[in-house]
């Protein structure tokens, strides 16, 4: 499921483990629904060196990348993966990884099921579910509420209902509608909500996508 928040958690992972310095190199990729071998490629290399490879000679990518995990404890982070049917470049994108030492870890996000079943994942899958209605308003309020002085109308309760209904349990609709409202009297709140903004997932997708 998108917007459910599974790059911010594997953000925070990310982060917090590369403080530690448990993991050198690291490297953070936004693979996205178009899957390009060279680009993956080529962008994880410029992440564990922290350099630019101006080459266009695909095949020197293949041949730095392995030299550089050779040895060495990595974590690669492969975000927003969507694409199953290219097994066969997959396993070409992992083949460096065979170098690293013992303990290196790769974090895959994605919304499709058959992605982790393609990348050996097993039972390394943690299956993140929709928010309650408490914690989703909770992050609505983050976002809707900046301002404190704003007066509570007397049929809040009817709307908080309509907007945990609209957010759907999801931590990126929540962000995204309460940023909406903040910008709104609360007057203005209940003739949005009844409005078919829904396409709300698909504009917090598109414009606050992260």
């Not at 870890?105 to 079943?117: H, L, N, P």
């Not at 209904?165 to 903040?182: E, F, I, M, S, Y």
């Not at 078919?196 to 698909?202: A, D, F, G, P, T």
Request: aromatic letters at 10%; one cysteine or more.
């Amino acid at each position: 499921m998108a917007g459910v928040g599974k790059t911010t958690l594997a953000a925070q992972v990310f982060n917090e483990i590369d403080t530690t310095q448990q993991f050198k190199p690291t490297a953070w990729v936004c693979v996205s629904d178009d899957f390009n071998l060279e680009r993956v490629t080529k962008q994880i290399l410029e992440s564990v060196t922290s350099q630019l490879y101006p080459t266009e000679d695909f095949s020197k990518v293949q041949q730095a990348l392995p030299k550089e995990l050779a040895g060495k404890k990595f974590l690669i982070v492969l975000d927003d993966v969507w694409d199953t049917c290219c097994y066969g470049l997959w396993m070409k994108l992992q083949s460096p990884f065979r170098d690293g030492a013992a303990g290196s870890k790769i974090i895959v996000t994605t919304r499709d099921a058959e992605v982790s079943k393609m990348m050996g994942a097993g039972t390394l899958v943690h299956n993140l579910e929709p928010m309650s209605n408490d914690v989703c308003f909770e992050v609505f309020e983050q976002h809707a509420f900046r301002n404190a002085n704003r007066d509570i109308p007397p049929n809040f309760e009817s709307l908080k209902e309509k907007i945990v209904a609209r957010c759907g349990g999801l931590p990126l609709a929540a962000r995204t509608l309460g940023g909406l409202l903040l910008r709104k009297e609360m007057n203005e709140w209940e003739e949005i909500l009844n409005k078919k903004l829904w396409s709300l997932y698909q504009m917090s997708v598109t414009y606050f996508r992260y």
